[in-house]
């Protein structure tokens, strides 16, 4: 069971990339999103969210009983699940406009470049789920961090497509 847990908390052992490793997880999940939006649509996105955030708090809770470190930094599933967070109002727009979700590209470079500005600052509630010692806590700063990236992807689409047009 380990390597199991130890395969999906670093991603197939992505999250042993010297440099970076939660940009890493974040660039990953870019393709991982697309596939799945393909093939299932906004449903199949919206399912997959909390099947991969169950198993990634399982995967995290079980890789990490053998560290001290309750948050090692090769552990970049808890990246998978904020970067989808911070990409469904892409799907969400591209199904409600009947539109691809390769033409929302600028919402692709929003979403990852917010996402990981929330994720590596941590203001607020981000902070406060990243102070936590356990797994839970690991998982839920990247969910906050890709909450508040989903708003600004939002905010800026709402801003481009409403306003300055």
């Known amino acids: 069971m380990q390597s199991i847990s130890r395969n999906i908390a670093t991603l197939m052992g992505l999250g042993f990339i010297g440099f970076a490793p939660g940009t890493w997880g974040s660039l990953a999940t870019l393709p991982l999103f697309a596939v799945i939006f393909q093939a299932a649509g906004l449903a199949g996105t919206l399912i997959a969210l909390p099947l991969i955030l169950c198993l990634g708090w399982w995967a995290t809770q079980s890789y990490t009983q053998l560290h001290k470190n309750h948050d090692p930094s090769e552990v970049i599933i808890d990246e998978v699940v904020g970067q989808w967070i911070a990409l469904l109002p892409l799907a969400a727009g591209a199904t ?3 539109a691809s979700l390769f033409a929302l590209w600028p ?4 979403a ?12 607020s509630i981000i902070g406060w789920a990243d102070r936590r ?3 839970i806590g690991v998982m839920l700063d990247d969910c906050f961090a890709g909450l508040f990236a989903a708003l600004g992807v939002i905010a800026l689409a709402g801003l481009f497509h409403g306003l300055l047009s």
């Open 107 to 110: 919402g692709w470079i929003a």
């Open 112 to 123: 990852f470049l917010l996402f990981r500005f929330f994720d590596i600052w941590k203001p």
């Open 133 to 135: 010692s356990d797994a």
């Open 96 to 98: 409600h406009a009947g």
